[in-house]
């Protein structure tokens, strides 16, 4: 059974970082390409960004570009996504996914 288990996320201020992190098992993690999406409240799924199965091709959405940086560790079987110079509108729940598959997601919130 496939299982995605993020962590990490937090309270932090406008500016702040964060680094999250999302542990698969299941299937074969190195040879999946994954992908972070994230709900605000009120708001569909968004795509945030993805990331090949080397971690050589990484893809973003445009609002996260410069501030966001996908990466993953194949011997760990983890998933990372680290967050920088946060903004309020970042606030959602952020999930990782394989496929059709998502995790629990973790919360980030950025407020003062």
């Known amino acids: 059974e496939v299982q995605l288990v993020e962590s990490g996320g937090g309270l932090v201020q406008p500016g702040g970082s964060l680094r999250l992190s999302c542990v698969a098992s299941?299937?074969?993690?190195?040879?999946?390409?994954m992908n972070w999406f994230r709900q605000a409240p009120g708001k569909g799924l968004e795509w945030v960004s993805s990331?090949?199965?080397?971690?050589?091709?990484?893809t973003y959405a445009d609002f996260v570009k410069g501030r966001f940086t996908i990466s993953r560790d194949n011997a760990k079987n983890t998933l990372y996504l680290q967050l920088k110079s946060l903004k309020t509108e970042d606030t959602a729940m952020y999930y990782c996914?394989?496929?059709?598959?998502r995790g629990q997601g973790t919360q980030v919130t950025v407020s003062d």
């Open positions: 996914s394989v496929g059709a598959k």
């Open positions: 299941g299937f074969t993690f190195s040879t999946h390409g």
């Open positions: 990331i090949n199965s080397d971690g050589i091709t990484t």
